[in-house]
Structure formats: C-alpha cells, structure tokens
C-alpha cells in the first residue's frame, strides 16, 4: 500500500496503456497512435480489464497483481517441493523472496507474472499437455521474454525422447494469436521498446550494456543484499543444483530460465534496467535456501539422534547467508519514501493537466508518470512509444527530434538528457518557463521546470530579443 503509487517510470507506460483502454480510448499509449511501446501487453490488457471492473487506480491494481504473482511463485515452489519430502527449504525461499527490497522497488514489474504463469505451466503438464501450453502461451502474453521459458519447459518435458506435440501445439496457437492480434492492431507484432533501448545503448557511450550489463547490476544488488552480497551469489550458485532435483519440474523451469535471463539481455545489447534481472534474483534465493537445506542435511546426519538437526541447521545457515539481507530490506520497507524525481515529475504532469487543454502536446525522455498523471500527449525523444524519435535518438540528436514536432510543452530536469535542448538558442526563441517544481524529500536535489511554447504572433518580436540578449551574452 505504501509503495503503490511509485513504481519505476517505465511502468507507468503500460498503465496508461491500461487506462486507455479502460476508458474506451484504444489500448495505445496516445490515444490515436497505435505503437506498440510497451513491452508487457499482457499485464497492460489485465489492468485495463481490472480497471474497467472495479475502478480502482492503475497503480494499485498492478502493486495487487504483483503481490498475489510472488505469493503465487512462493506456492507453487513450497507445494512441488513437498510433494517431494521437501518443506524447509521453501518455506525459508519463499519468506525471503515475499520480504525481499528488490523486488518491492521494482514493484508493478510484469516479470513476477510470467514466471507464475510459467511455473503452474510446468505444474500442470502432469495433469495436461494441452492446458499447460495453454497457460505457457499466456506467460509469452504477459512479457516476450518468456518465450524463453516456454521453450526451456519444452525440453523439460522431452521425457523419454517423446516430443511433447500437445504442449507445443497449444502455446505455439496462444503465441501466434498474440503476434497476429498485434500485427493487425499496431502494423508490427513485437514491441517497439526492444529497438528503442538497442539505439539508446548504441548512441550512449559507455552504456551498461553488453559485458558491462553486469557489472552496472553489482550496485543495485549490494544495496538491497547487503555485505553479504557475494555469498549469497556464491550459495545461490551452488543452491541451483538442489533447487532443480527436489522442487519438480516448476524447480528445473525455475533454474533454466533463470540462467537464460542472465545470459540473454547483455547478449542483446541493452542497457541495464533492474526489473530485467527479477527472475535471475528470484532464482538465486531459492537457489540459497535450498543450499542452506543441503548442508543442513549434510550436518544432521552426524547427530541422528536429533530428530529436528536438520530443520535447525537450515534455519541456522539461512539465516547466516541472508541476515544482511533481511535487514537492508526491512530498513527499506520501513524508511521508504517516494524518489524525489518521480514527485516533482507528478507534480508537474498535474500542473499541465490543470493549466492546458487536453489536446496539448508534452515532449520529454522519461514519459511514463508524465503521460499517466497529465492525460496528454507526449512526444517521446527516446522512441518508445514515438518511432520517428529513434533516428535522432542514433544519432544523439534529440533536438532535432523536437523541431521536427514542436510540442506544447517541454519538460526538463536536472537528471535528464534536456540540457542541449533547453540551452539551445532556437528553444529560447520558441518556449518560455511557465512552473517549477524543486525535488523534495532525502536524496540529491533537482529541479524540474515546465516550458510552455510561446504564441505564434509574438515570435517575431521574441526572436530579435532572444538574439540581442545572445549576442549580450556572448559579450
């Protein structure tokens, strides 16, 4: 409840690609432009239901559904696992990953969902074939990514060289109506963000991108695991191992896909973003709790005669690796406030709602709590959702992006990419500082300032001023 409204930026991208379509606007993010920018359909098409059923914000619809999704992960394990004599290890996995500060910073992530979608998938190929691939297909729904899983739980189920033509049939028919219903729709059937953040890495240099993808994780992960950063990686490693031989078939997807996350986004060459990793850190606490269940065996058969050594050795050892971990955590839950930026970038989005009519334009990089809070259209510089911005995005040109569509409005903030824009002299000839917001709360302090394009009738007479006070200036 308390961080429900302060998701990542990018995640409000998808909400209002929710809130469109439950107000009867289209499942766009600019009502009329059909682009396909968001890289979580699935979730955007359950929220936008949700919302059209029940009312209730955006926001606090996907903080739900992102809850019940580790609840779900956390059952899923505990019940596959018990089946098999196993119920430490999942009770101590699934305490830590409910409690675990990074994944409730990334709170509103759609990948907690695939991979529920994914695990019940692998939970109910033993029932069903057909159902599983039904459910698998969903999950492709939800986020693209787990078409990796799909096809990881394809060569799980390759029991006995026996080619599982069911599951494959079935998710492969959910798969290509997803790809048809998006070709018909958007004109493409994959998201736009790919190629979007592919560019931003390629124009940026020194992005965390590729070998550095990484080492950029490295500071995010030490903030919420602690000093003991490097065991829990060390543990979780070795946990893989137990995780897939006693947790199921839901054990081994966990695990495959996991290692393929972890592999995959630096070998496609974008940037960092920490929700990319959710199933690797998911994997790997699993992976440490079911390590601490291995030594804990390991230990409890030199004293037999304690019927419950090994439960409390598990514990123990768990609690050794994860201590630091529980505390960064609860230190966070307990202090949170909202990111200074993402206030003022509200702050600002209302100021525009109540002081412009509801066709003007904003242009900004970061247009996700922008686009949600204002119910305007945004002009993306980085291409997301606005394609024609990418070639000027290759080229670090994001004023020539702008001149090729003046909007209304432009946004800048002291930890964007607007400095070239904002200092550039055919801005100040163009746009005027209406509002400004200073960043409030803990942390480092910015500014965010709303200009507004100044009218047409005056720009004869602004233009000369703007040039004598350059030509002052430079003097």
Not at 333 to 350: K, N
Not at 356 to 365: L, T
Request: glycine share 10%; proline share 6%.
């Amino acid at each position: 409840m308390r961080l429900h409204a302060w998701s990542p930026d990018d995640f409000y991208i998808t909400y209002r690609y929710a809130w469109n379509l439950a107000h009867g606007r289209g499942f766009v993010f600019n009502p009329g432009e059909r682009v396909f920018g968001t890289t979580d359909p699935g979730l955007g098409l359950l929220l936008g239901a949700l919302q059209f059923l029940t009312g209730a914000p955006v926001p606090l619809l996907a903080a739900v559904v992102f809850s019940l999704s580790l609840i779900g992960i956390a059952t899923v394990v505990l019940i596959e696992a018990r089946r098999r004599g196993y119920w430490i290890e999942p009770i101590l996995g699934g305490s830590l990953l409910v409690a675990s500060s990074y994944l409730w910073v990334n709170e509103g992530a759609a990948a907690p969902l695939a991979l529920l979608l994914l695990l019940l998938s692998a939970m109910l190929a033993k029932r069903s074939l057909a159902a599983a691939g039904l459910v698998a297909g969903a999950a492709v729904w939800v986020r693209p990514d787990a078409g990796l899983g799909v096809l990881l739980l394809a060569l799980i189920l390759l029991e006995g060289k026996k080619v599982p033509w069911r599951f494959l049939l079935a998710s492969g028919c959910v798969i290509a109506a997803g790809l048809g219903l998006a070709w018909l729709y958007f004109g493409h059937p994959l998201p736009n963000t790919l190629g979007a953040k592919t560019d931003m890495a390629t124009a940026t240099p020194n992005s965390w991108a590729g070998l550095r993808f990484w080492l950029r994780a490295a500071g995010p992960l030490g903030r919420h695991f602690g000093l003991e950063l490097p065991a829990v990686l060390i543990a979780g490693a070795i946990g893989c191992w137990p995780l897939a031989m006693k947790a199921g078939r839901p054990g081994r997807l966990l695990v495959l896909f996991g290692l393929a996350i972890a592999a995959v986004y630096p070998l496609l060459g974008v940037p960092f973003y920490s929700w990319y990793i959710l199933p690797c850190v998911i994997t790997a606490i699993y992976g440490v709790a079911f390590f601490a269940g291995a030594g804990a065996r390991s230990l409890a058969e030199r004293a037999p005669s304690q019927p419950h050594a090994r439960v409390l050795f598990a514990v123990c050892l768990f609690g050794l690796l994860t201590i630091s971990t529980f505390l960064a955590s609860g230190s966070f839950l307990r202090d949170f406030v909202p990111p200074a930026y993402l206030q003022s970038y509200r702050r600002g989005a209302e100021w525009i709602k109540a002081n412009s009519p509801a066709g003007a334009s904003i242009a900004y990089v970061e247009i996700g709590v922008l686009g949600y809070y204002s119910e305007r259209p945004i002009l993306d510089l980085m291409g997301l959702v606005t394609p024609r911005a990418r070639p000027y995005v290759l080229r670090n040109d994001l004023l020539g992006a702008l001149k090729e569509q003046p909007t209304d409005f432009v946004l800048f903030h002291t930890r964007g990419r607007m400095g070239p824009i904002v200092s550039s002299r055919w801005f100040r000839r163009r746009y005027r500082e209406v509002a400004r917001f200073e960043d409030t709360g803990e942390g480092r302090k910015g500014i965010l300032c709303v200009y507004r394009r100044r009218s047409g009738r005056n720009m004869g007479r602004i233009s000369l001023r703007a040039l004598s006070q350059d030509s002052s200036n430079v003097s």
